[in-house]
T-cell receptor, first 111, second 112 residues
Framework: KNQVEQSPQSLIILEGKNCTLQCNYTVSPFSNLRWYKQDTGRGPVSLTI?????NTKSNGRYTATLDADTKQSSLHITASQLSDSASYICVVNTGGFKTIFGAGTRLFVKA | NAGVTQTPKFRVLKTGQSMTLLCAQD?????MYWYRQDPGMGLRLIHYSVGEGTTAKGEVPDGYNVSRLKKQNFLLGLESAAPSQTSVYFC???????????FGPGTRLTVL
């Protein structure tokens, strides 16, 4: 069964600290993996996209990694800011019309 | 550009009432999608469209209907609302299958 599992479910960190969010998937076939950021009351916004051959991709303070062998991805946030408080959603595309969404990790950044 | 917009933003219905949610985009999206988002679950696909005049069922289509008469609009209808349809509904669009999906701001629907 195609699944995307994210951990932790929620996370609280202090402003300025780093954190890493995890995504494990059992999706086949695999086309690409995206991380989205969803602010409260808004729609998700794409942060990064990685294909099978890419190991790492950065977008400012966000760095995503992909291990296609173990079917794991992570999103690392450096020097967190209050505006990073949001849900982060891992999304895997199969290349057809199937897009599998994880349930998300809710990140709270405290001053 | 307005991007992807949704109307209305909030709605409360009684069981058995009907309503239509409107999604509009000015980004030349060929593909459009309707999702629902429930607490603790990932976004689930209700229906989608691969072009003007076409629609197809997604993962959870029961109780919903859609229409795409114009490329820029994708309508989601609830003929007889049920409490189980209480959710936040998101519309999304993209130019082609390799493009990222651009989401609207969502519609929060409560069915009493």
């Amino acid at each position: 069964k195609n699944q995307v599992e994210q951990s932790p479910q929620s996370l609280i960190i202090l402003e300025g600290k780093n954190c890493t969010l995890q995504c494990n998937y059992t999706v086949s076939p695999f086309s690409n993996l995206r991380w989205y950021k969803q602010d409260t009351g808004r729609g998700p916004v794409s942060l990064t996209i990685m294909t099978f051959s890419e190991n790492t991709k950065s977008n400012g303070r966000y760095t995503a990694t992909l291990d296609a062998d173990t079917k794991q991805s992570s999103l690392h946030i450096t020097a967190s800011q209050l505006s990073d408080s949001a849900s982060y959603i891992c999304v895997v595309n199969t290349g057809g019309f199937k897009t599998i969404f994880g349930a998300g990790t809710r990140l709270f950044v405290k001053a | 550009n307005a991007g992807v917009t949704q109307t209305p933003k909030f709605r409360v219905l009684k069981t058995g009432q009907s309503m239509t949610l409107l999604c509009a985009q000015d980004m030349n999206h060929e593909y459009m999608y309707w999702y629902r988002q429930d607490p603790g679950m990932g976004l689930r696909l209700i229906h989608y469209s691969v072009g003007e005049g076409t629609t197809a069922k997604g993962e959870v289509p029961d109780g919903y209907n859609v229409s795409r008469l114009k490329k820029q609009n994708f309508l989601l209808g609830l003929e007889s609302a049920a409490p189980s349809q209480t959710s936040v509904y998101f519309c999304a669009g993209r130019v082609d299958r390799t493009d990222t999906q651009y989401f609207g701001p969502g519609t929060r629907l409560t069915v009493l």
